[in-house]
């Protein structure tokens, strides 16, 4: 059984329009989420993380929306751009065992 | 800040053989990983080490071996490399098991 889980493969949005990524995971001793993008050729980027002691993060554009009781996560990008077209992944781990657990990736994609 | 290397970029081996690849960090950091990523998939963990000369076990440790040599630098084999293969093996690093993992570029393996 899939730890974490990204709703959607892929999602295209018009540029300006909100982009919004879904995760869920099994395991309720997660308690670190973190959010990588990654590009093409590229390793992944740290772009976003949230503690399970919180229920939203935002970073510029970037708002994370998290419910431990429904064990499910969403990241929201505001104002998207044709930059920010990329291969997002959710994360999770249990801080006491240090060992991030990712899901599949939606591959974003902003068009102009 | 630092950076992760990897090297080599790019390694086509052939079936049955053992393949090594190496990863370089400058950020003094303790722990480093190493994950395996296939196309359209997320990453999945193979070895991570908390200090020089330690070495665990991921959940897709079998048929690697690692080895961290020093502080610094982190190697992963291959030792039985299979036909048709082909993955992408991403290196990273974090200062504790709870910080922040930095990606290198990865190396990408195709096996004939």
């Known amino acids: 059984q899939q730890q974490v889980r990204q709703s959607s493969q892929s999602l295209t949005v018009w540029e300006g329009e909100t982009a919004i990524l879904n995760c869920s995971y099994e395991n309720s001793a997660f308690d670190y989420f973190p959010w990588y993008q990654q590009f093409p050729g590229e390793g992944p980027a740290l772009l976003i993380a949230?503690?399970?002691?919180?229920d939203k993060k935002e970073d510029g554009r970037f708002t994370i929306f998290f419910n431990k009781r429904e064990k499910n996560l969403s990241l929201h990008i505001k104002d998207s751009q044709p930059g920010d077209s990329a291969t997002y992944f959710c994360?999770?781990?249990?801080?006491?065992?240090?060992?991030?657990?990712f899901g599949d990736g939606t591959v974003l994609t902003v068009k102009p | 800040g630092g950076i992760i290397t990897q090297t080599p970029k790019f390694l086509i081996g052939q079936e049955g053989q053992k393949l090594t690849l190496k990863c370089q960090q400058n950020f003094n950091h303790d722990t480093m990983y190493w994950y395996r990523q296939d196309s359209g998939k997320g990453l999945r963990l193979i070895y991570y080490s908390i200090t020089e000369n330690d070495l665990q076990k991921g959940d897709l440790s079998e048929g690697y071996d690692a080895s961290r040599e020093k502080k610094s630098s982190f190697s992963l084999t291959v030792t039985s490399a299979q036909k048709n293969e082909m993955a992408v093996f991403l290196c990273?690093?974090?200062?504790?098991?709870?910080?922040?993992?930095?990606f290198g570029p990865g190396t990408r393996l195709l096996v004939l």
């Open positions: 990273a690093s974090s200062k504790g098991g709870e910080d922040t993992q930095y």
């Open positions: 994360a999770a781990m249990n801080t006491n065992t240090g060992k991030l657990t």
């Open positions: 949230i503690r399970s002691v919180s």
